[in-house]
Nanobody, 121 residues
């Protein structure tokens, strides 16, 4: 069993910053990649940012420069630093980890339950 626990969502005003975190625990042999996705009301889930095991990062083009993905030294926790937030950033943010478990033969994608970020004045 693998658990992902997200934290850091909330209500902020336009222009403010917020940091999300997502910690993985449980049956983990290795984590190949960690990422953040978001789903705004009435829209499909979209990629925000991804960080791989070797530290490579990839961002949605529209978010480059405002959002930064990082991880802790253990490699099990991923962060998303969001700056200059705009109302259109309002969404449920989901973390995703691609994990190979000790009890599995192939890596799987695991998802957090989501954390709501609301940007409003």
């Amino acid at each position: 069993q693998v658990q992902l626990v997200e934290s850091g969502g909330g209500l902020v005003q336009p222009g403010e910053s917020l940091r999300l975190s997502c910690a993985a625990s449980g049956d983990i042999f290795s984590i190949q990649a960690m990422g953040w996705y978001r789903q705004a009301p009435g829209k499909q889930r979209e990629l925000v940012a991804v960080i791989t095991a070797d530290g490579g990062t990839n961002y949605a083009d529209s978010l480059k420069g405002r959002f930064t993905i990082s991880r802790d030294n253990t490699g099990n926790t991923v962060y998303l630093q969001m700056g200059n937030l705009k109302p259109e950033d309002t969404a449920v943010y989901y973390c995703n980890h691609r994990i190979l478990s000790y009890s599995d033969y192939a890596p799987r994608d695991y998802w957090g339950k989501g954390t709501l970020v609301t940007v409003s004045s």
